[in-house]
């Protein structure tokens, strides 16, 4: 992998957490960036501080980035779902401005429960309206 390829992984990973912790995009670059710098240069000397530098982390990146991770999430699962044996958990629940909202995991043998989608129910939550909605979702991905 090169530094270039990296970097860019290196951005992703800072993005999902702070994504994960509902923090201002601006936390890296004025924060994480900064520390880890100071973090490298102490430990490992000024060439590794330059190499941490070619990390992209400014905040329109970093927004980017989080706009990008739901989508990469629902293609590895996706992935998944075609090459392994699941089981299909749904539910229906209303939010707060009483709509009715499907939501569905996946849990793999001996991996845990995954998240799946969460889809608007039209206005009746009939188990055919449950079905439609869920077997156009996994259609629309090659799923069956």
Known sequence: ????????????????????????????????????????????????EQEISKIPLSNNIIQRRIIDLPDNIEQSVMAKLKNCQFALQINESTDISNHAQLTAFVRFINEGVQFLCCKSLPSTTKGQDVFDILTTYLKKHGLS
């Open 1 to 48: 992998m090169t530094v270039s390829e990296r970097a860019q992984v290196a951005s992703y990973e800072v993005a999902e957490i702070i994504a994960l912790t509902s923090k201002s995009h601006v936390l890296a670059e004025s924060v994480i960036l900064p520390a880890c710098q100071k973090m490298v240069k102490v430990m490992l000397g000024d060439k590794a």
